[in-house]
Every structure is written in structure tokens, then in C-alpha cells.
């Protein structure tokens, strides 16, 4: 089994023919995604809207102006909504380090390489510099904004499927129009989710939660400063066990409460087992790495042989393809690097 990936750093500040692009290439494969479940099962386009308009309405200019640039279909604008989609499945592992020499945010992202989107959005759409890991094509999977509000998901470990939004779309909600942690809790624990996630979120004056979110009960918000793949307790047993989520959230724990610990010591950790997996074949392989620094604004992206740096002052475009097998390896000619190194 082999399986490779392109990764490609996007700089658009308004969304417009770059967006259009993407749109374009990566249609086909979320029309099958969307579709999955049968048509029926999607909520209709004033259904989407309205529940945009009612729990994000500050999203909707953004919102429309990609529908218009996706060509104004209507299963595009429903799918662009991000409302009640069909259900995904990740693994991830992430973890806040703060202190009086770090603060940083870092995750892996565990998923199928075939799935993964792979842009990294440069954009400013609402008048507020974002970097984000893309999804569904403006969704972020994690990210950091210029006032230094980081945010990352993880999936919960639930299986309950309910009425709301994909986490993807409420963290670009919170990238665009939140500037701390207390302003993105308030986000999480009104803006309805359709899954259970893990969210894990920290800003520039080293303030950090992660969000337990379910579309059956309320969000449990707590300062935490890890998160794997399940919430208070293990619901689903063979989940757990493939994605090793407590023995990954003990590693963690363990790492961001020894004192000793420095930025190059927990990102190296990630680098390694358990938490870089390389359970491809299951989907649950390590895709990449990323690590934001508040406080500087910077956003790397790391994978074995290769990495991406950027910064909201150099928000450069670059690509590299990756390749995916019993272990991942790069093509890409520049950006080479065997270790984190600051």
C-alpha cells in the first residue's frame, strides 16, 4: 500500500480565483462525499442558510461569496454550509504547552491520506489575517489568527450524529471573528455541533481550554491542555483501542506537566510513537504535524523529510508531495528537515 498527498500553501486575501481553483479540483471528490448517504438525507439550501444566519450570521458575506464563486449550484451551497453533513472519523492528537519559556500549540492529524484536502489557506476574508489547515474548502481543521487565537479539533470518540454544524466551519467562525480563549468558549458552547469533538483552543496571553462538544448535551469546557480521542470517559470501545487515544492523552499529559519540558522536546514527541501513527492502511496514519506560536504568528507544518514555515508577514506559496506507506516520506526538493529546530 502506498499513498501520497500534495500539500500546497494557498495566499488569497479575498476569496476569488485562487479559491475558484481549489473549488474546482476538489468538487468531484466532496459531491461523492456529500452525496454518500443519499441526496435526502442533506438538509435543503434554506435550511443551510438560515441555520448559518442563525447561530453564524457574521459568516454569511464570506458564505455567499463562495457560493457564487462555486457557481451558485445548489448542492455546492448546501455542501459549503458545512450544515448536517455526512458523518467523518479522525484520530488526532493535540496539546497546549504554556509557560514562562513556551507557548505553542501542537497536533497530529490522523486521518486517510486519500481524504485530506491538503490546502493551507492564507486569507483575510472578514479583516483579520487567518492561517489555516483547510477542509471542505473553508473549514479549518486547525489554525491561528493574527491576534495569536489558536485553535485545533479532534474527533470526540462518540458515535452520536446530530443537529448541527461540521466543527470545521464553527473553528473558521471563530478564526474570523474571535480574538481570545474566553470569546471562542462562548462560540463553542452556543454554535451547535453535529458530532462530538474535541476542541482544543489557546491565545497569545497563554490562556487555553479544550472543548468537549456533542450535538446531544452540552459542551464541557474545561483547562485542559490535551486532547486525544475520546471525552470524560471511553464510549466507544474499538475505536479506542485502534486509535491508542489514552495511551497517546497519558504521553501527552505526561510531557506538558513535567516542568522540564521545552517546545523542541514536546515536538519531537510527536514526531515518534505513539502519537505519529502509521496505521495508513486503517486510516488512522499520521498525515501531518503542525505547530503554531501565538505570540509570533507563525504556523509550521512538518512531515517526515520535509516542512512548511509560515508567517502572516510571509504567507508564501509553496506545495510538496508526500508519500504515504508503512512510513511517510517527501519528493519535495526544498523546506528539507529531519527535526524540529528553532
Known amino acids: 500500500m502506498n499513498k501520497q498527498l500534495e500539500f500546497r500553501s494557498v495566499a ?10 481549489l473549488f474546482q479540483h476538489h468538487w468531484p471528490a466532496y459531491e461523492r462525499w456529500y452525496l454518500s448517504e443519499t441526496e435526502r438525507e442533506r438538509p435543503g439550501y434554506l435550511a443551510c442558510y438560515n441555520a448559518l ?10 458564505y455567499e461569496r463562495l457560493c457564487e464563486l462555486s457557481g451558485g449550484g445548489d448542492l455546492a451551497s448546501r455542501m459549503l454550509s458545512l450544515y448536517r453533513p455526512p458523518a467523518y472519523i479522525t484520530g488526532c ?24 484536502e491538503g ?11 487567518v492561517i489555516a489547515m483547510s477542509d471542505c474548502l473553508w473549514g479549518v ?19 452520536v450524529v446530530g443537529d448541527g454544524f461540521g466543527a470545521p466551519i464553527i473553528l473558521r467562525y471563530i478564526l474570523e471573528f474571535c480574538e481570545t480563549t474566553p470569546e471562542a468558549v462562548e462560540v463553542l458552547a452556543r454554535v451547535p455541533t453535529h458530532m462530538a469533538y474535541n476542541i482544543t483552543v489557546s491565545d497569545a496571553r497563554g490562556r487555553y481550554v479544550t472543548a468537549m462538544i456533542s450535538p446531544d448535551r452540552p459542551a464541557s469546557i474545561r483547562r485542559v491542555p490535551v486532547a486525544t480521542n475520546h471525552q470524560k470517559k471511553i464510549e466507544w470501545y474499538a475505536h479506542a483501542l485502534a486509535s491508542e487515544t489514552l495511551i497517546r492523552e497519558r504521553q501527552l499529559s505526561i510531557l506538558v506537566g513535567d516542568e522540564t519540558t521545552t517546545e523542541q522536546r514536546l515536538v519531537s514527541a510527536f514526531f515518534a510513537p505513539p502519537l505519529f501513527r502509521r496505521d495508513y492502511r486503517r486510516g488512522l496514519g499520521t498525515i501531518y504535524t503542525a505547530v503554531y506560536h501565538p505570540l509570533e504568528g507563525r504556523a509550521s507544518f512538518f512531515w517526515p523529510g520535509a516542512s512548511l514555515a509560515l508567517s502572516f508577514d510571509d504567507p508564501r506559496e509553496q506545495q510538496l508531495t508526500i508519500h504515504y506507506g508503512s512510513r511517510a516520506t517527501s519528493t519535495a526538493e526544498s523546506n528539507r528537515t529531519g527535526h524540529y529546530n528553532e
Open 93 to 116: 492528537s493535540q496539546a497546549v504547552l504554556v509557560n514562562a519559556h513556551a507557548n505553542l500549540l501542537v497536533r497530529n492529524y490522523d486521518y486517510p491520506p486519500e481524504l485530506c
Open 119 to 129: 490546502t493551507i489557506l492564507s486569507t483575510c476574508w472578514n479583516g483579520r489575517r
Open 12 to 21: 488569497e486575501a479575498q476569496p476569488g480565483s485562487k479559491w475558484q481553483a
Open 53 to 62: 444566519r442563525r447561530h453564524m450570521p457574521e459568516l454569511l458575506p464570506t
Open 141 to 159: 481543521l486547525d489554525g491561528i489568527n493574527e491576534q495569536g487565537l489558536t485553535v485545533s479539533l479532534a474527533f470526540g470518540g462518540r458515535t
